[in-house]
């Protein structure tokens, strides 16, 4: 028993590690932080929301019908808060800006004769109109309260009358989409499309940073286990040609595999364009992706996997060891990951401003969320990505060049003179004490 | 005979702690030099300082006429070394980790030639088409010794050059320092293993806590402290510096 537990104590400091267990504290962080912003978004999903009904009717029965089915869902709502009425005649632009106004990113337009028609066993002409917001997966979900107050009218229209067809017609319902209308979809509905081909790029992106990554500290910490390093280094060659030749073929592999997995993506989402997804077609309300698209969407993954590798051969630098190279990469994981699931639940619009600074720091950010930016015509923050990326990329080659010109390569950090007089300082305190 | 090698008044600072204190010494062209000491006396640093690895917080390292600290490119192209259990490529064979090695110095007819030549030296038979992770330790050293002899450096740096080796492979491996020599090689060695220094090195310096303790050939140095070996000199010339004596 005892040599049981001799060697399952052996096990144990060699595996519970302060850096293991700090990578595992760090992702339950990790994960608490998303769920807790993931609750906060739905959360505000399903919060009342303001909602524009324009009458066009000469009767108020409609509006009085909206407003009880709208209080029914928001029990606790003051209804003149969330619901504002106006009269028609009210449509296109004037209709989005009026919405735009009051703060209403939904709205039902009331057909003229509605209430005469539908107690007339006649279809009455009721519709939504949504302002899309790109939001991740949430970001439309409170716009989708005007299409439930219409549904849950029609069918209480149907029961009421003994209808087999619809008491209203939604024919004119259209969502506000790059400066458009596109007729007869729903924010949710796009969302669903657009989700369904850009979901994979955050994923791809993190996938080829984690493993490109993970290449290149092992490689590190091999040659430094292996005292390769030591040897290539004292030959004739400058230090930044080494640097330049070691990132230029973990760049290449990454390109590589990055290129193969947007090849199969590509495929992928040209079977999307061509057919549809929750009966949206993408390319018919403008949101398509064209060959320059892919140009800028390939020089931020470049740009990326040149920043993720200038970061892993920095973090190489202090790996002793094969073994230990490995608990290094936590660091370029968790800044592959946070961008990931935050753009992937909760989209770039839909942040507060300081979670949005923070994002735009992480190189990673912009490859993740490119595609969805080109495809909404959001070029501002593709080309501020592509700048930022091209200087945080030139000053971690820069930095990268610098440490391999220094000591800590050969003698690791802990003998680096500040962290040998911060040892110092530390022991001689705790000896004062 | 000219120096290939000058250390001057060296220090090596890492914050507070002095790893290498002010050494002084200068190895002659062709000469076998051996740096001799304990662990952590100060030799690898010393060593890695002469092969551009580590910077020098004071003093001057001059190699071949070249200054360590400005001219770092033109001393690569001078020495060659071999740190202590040092490894190669294991993905690669013993002849492409030559090849690889030696495009640093080379190309086309000249880089084939090199190579062929190191072949011959490393002498591994057919292994050398082996992956080098197959190689025992022995086989290993003897490959890692050709690649440092590759270039014809002038001055060979070999850290621990034997440790780990049997008595065999370690025999083996100082007749060939020894061969090395004799065609006009300057060899620069460390070691703690003071009887194989004594049979190899035409002069050594002692080194203990950063500090070159005692200094001359291996004859000189028994005969000053009357001792029977270079261990008992040791011993002896540390219990010297600190004053025990």
């Known amino acids: ?433 | 005979m000219t120096d290939a090698l000058t250390v001057a008044d060296v220090r090596k600072v890492y914050g507070d702690r002095e790893a290498v204190r002010g050494i002084s010494f200068s190895v002659r062209e062709g000469e076998i030099f051996g740096l001799i000491g304990p662990n952590g006396a100060g030799k690898s640093t010393t060593l890695r300082m002469i092969s551009t690895l580590l910077r020098i917080s004071s003093g001057t390292i001059t190699v071949c006429g070249y200054d360590v600290a400005t001219e770092s490119d033109s001393v690569r192209s001078v020495i060659s070394y071999l740190p202590e259990d040092a490894g190669a490529y294991k993905d690669l064979t013993g002849r492409q980790y030559l090849r690889f090695m030696a495009g640093f110095f080379a190309d086309g007819e000249e880089l084939e030639a090199m190579v062929d030549r190191a072949i011959g030296f490393a002498d591994l038979g057919d292994r050398i088409d082996s992956k080098v992770d197959t190689y025992s330790k022995g086989m290993m050293r003897r490959l890692l010794i050709a690649r440092a002899m590759m270039p014809s450096p002038k001055l060979a740096i070999l850290d621990e050059v034997t440790s780990g080796l049997d008595v065999v492979n370690a025999y083996e491996i100082r007749e060939i320092i020894r061969d090395i020599a004799r065609h006009g090689v300057t060899v620069l060695l460390s070691s703690h293993n003071m009887s194989e220094v004594e049979l190899l090195c035409e002069r050594v310096a002692m080194i203990d806590g950063g500090r070159i303790v005692q200094m001359g050939t291996p004859e000189e140095l028994k005969r000053r402290f009357d001792a029977p070996n270079l261990e008992e000199v040791f011993i002896r010339a540390v219990r010297e510096a600190e004053g025990l004596v």
Request: proline fraction near 3%; glycine fraction near 8%.
């Open chain 1, 1 to 433: 028993m005892n040599h049981l537990l001799n060697i399952t104590k052996k096990e144990l400091r060699e595996l519970l590690t302060p850096s293991s267990v700090a990578s595992v504290l760090v992702v339950v962080v990790l994960f608490a932080a998303l769920g807790s912003m993931m609750s906060g978004q739905t959360e505000s999903a399903m919060a009342p929301q303001k909602l524009l009904v324009v009458n066009n009717d000469s009767d108020d029965w409609a509006v009085s019908q909206i407003e009880s089915v709208y209080g029914a869902t928001y029990p606790d709502a003051d209804l003149s808060e969330y619901i504002t009425v106006v009269d028609g005649p009210l449509a296109g632009q004037d209709l989005v800006d009026r919405m735009v106004e009051v703060g209403a990113g939904s709205a039902i337009v009331i057909g003229e004769g509605f209430y005469s028609n539908v107690t007339s066993h006649r279809t009455g002409e009721m519709y939504a109109t949504y302002i899309y917001s790109s939001g991740g997966l949430f970001g439309n979900l409170s716009s989708a309260i005007a299409g439930s107050i219409i549904s849950s009218l029609n069918l209480a229209l149907m029961t009421d009358q003994g209808w087999t067809e619809p008491a209203i017609d939604t024919g004119a319902s259209a969502t506000y989409i790059n400066g458009d209308f596109a007729s007869g979809v729903t924010p949710t509905e796009i969302d669903s499309a657009v989700s369904s081909q850009n979901m994979m790029v955050p994923l791809i992106i993190m996938i080829v940073i984690v493993m490109i990554g993970s290449i290149v500290i092992s490689s590190m910490g091999n040659e430094k286990e292996n005292k390769t390093l030591e040897t290539l280094l004292t030959m004739p060659v400058k230090r930044t040609t080494i640097v330049t030749g070691k990132l230029l073929a973990a760049g290449i592999t990454g390109l590589v595999f990055g290129a193969a997995y947007m090849v199969g993506m590509m495929m992928y989402t040209n079977g999307i364009m061509s057919g549809t997804v929750s009966g949206v077609n993408l390319a018919d309300i403008g949101l398509t992706i064209d060959a320059f698209d892919w140009v800028l969407i390939l020089i931020q993954m470049f740009l990326a996997i040149l920043a993720a590798l200038g970061i892993c051969m920095i973090m190489g630098a202090f790996a002793k060891n094969y073994k230990s190279a490995q608990t290094l990469t936590l660091p370029i994981s968790v800044l592959a990951m946070i961008p990931m699931f935050v753009i992937m639940f909760m989209g770039w619009n839909g942040l507060p401003l300081v979670l949005q600074a923070v994002l735009f720091i992480i190189p990673f950010t912009h490859p993740m969320m490119v595609m969805t930016n080109l495809m909404f015509g959001d070029m501002t923050l593709v080309y501020a990505g592509i700048a930022y990326l091209a200087v945080f990329t030139v000053a971690v080659i820069l930095a990268t060049v610098r440490l391999y010109k220094s000591d800590i390569l050969i003698t690791g950090i802990s003998q680096n003179p500040y962290v040998v007089r911060m040892k110092a300082a530390f022991s001689g305190k705790k000896n004062a004490e």
